[in-house]
């Protein structure tokens, strides 16, 4: 994992084998970063996407087998309590021309992540929702 | 609908049954946003989606039931005239793990919708293009 | 091809026929960008993407026909030596609602092209990497 910060705009250079959200709460760490929008792309291997279900409250989670090419990565990092959190979707390409996404639940990079997290001067939470029951943004 | 902005980037935070376009477009007015990019993600409902025709210049549309991941919304805000345009494209995974996607007509928020917009220092507007009949940014 | 700068964030409107790659790259000499995040949508025609494969450490191609919608472009701006290098990923809608998408090898703007060039205070490189043998970023 390699960083390189202006300040306001953080490239987020990860390797083969390193881990997508682990790596990012890593850097909001060592920023300091009360908040920010997240954007990448890349090649993850071994992505566990999500799918929100509303009658049971939970994610329908699938996991790739094999090399995924990450063709759009979005999401934030936002504070619950003292611990950052990360929220990712991702929109994935197989090697038949398919494209698949969801929620990101994890995923290590297969060969290159690009990421670019752009730091909020505002500081940005989340709580949870009872409706839903999930970690929403406040 | 909930804003975090410093005066800059803004973390637009809406609830289930707010409108997209609309929500952005009042808070392109109340933040007086001369020109920006938008990223976000959430999961929608009832959002419709066009293909533009070349043929006869006009959006085929689609209109998605159910509940749809959000996967990457993008796109920005322009002036056409003194109305605030917001033109948006989204990615939206369906609980099958299929994708599908277009240009955002309308939609609501299903779960929440957790939007940056990032304003530019440049006024960024629209203006007619007679070749294709849309609004295109000049 | 026309570019509104604020000095930090670059909206690119790229119009019929223009190329996606070569536009950028113009756009970083000009305006002397030491890197960038980089996002956009539009609409593409004669769309070439890959797919990374790693046995043979090279991209799968395929071509796409006709006027695909340009649904989420995401990549960044870094420099090889004294060249600028663009990586773009992209998701792109097909007319009948499917999608595909994969690293974006090539691309001309089909109907317009609405691309934001967000400048990093750093300089971002790039080198060979030798076990896939691919330019990634340092």
């Given at each position: 994992m390699k960083m390189h910060s202006d300040g306001i705009v953080t490239a987020l250079v990860l390797e083969k084998?390193?881990?997508?959200?682990?790596?990012?709460i890593r850097a909001s760490r060592e920023?300091?970063?009360?908040?920010?929008?997240?954007?990448?792309?890349?090649?993850l291997k071994e992505a566990c996407i999500g799918y929100f279900q509303l009658?049971?409250?939970?994610y329908k989670e699938v996991t790739l087998e094999g090399l995924a090419e990450l063709l759009a990565l979005n999401g934030d990092i936002t504070w619950k309590g003292d611990e950052p959190f990360v929220h990712l979707h991702a929109v994935l390409g197989l090697e038949d021309g398919s494209v698949t996404g969801g929620h990101l639940v994890r995923a290590v990079i297969?060969?290159?992540g690009e990421i670019?997290?752009?730091?909020?001067?505002?500081?940005?939470?989340?709580?949870?929702?009872?409706?839903?029951?999930?970690?929403?943004?406040?």
């Open positions: 084998g390193e881990p997508v959200h682990e790596s990012i920023l300091e970063i009360p908040g920010a929008f997240v954007t990448g792309i890349g090649a009658e049971s409250k939970s297969g060969v290159t670019f997290i752009h730091k909020t001067g505002k500081r940005l939470e989340r709580a949870i929702n009872e409706e839903f029951g999930l970690m929403l943004m406040t």
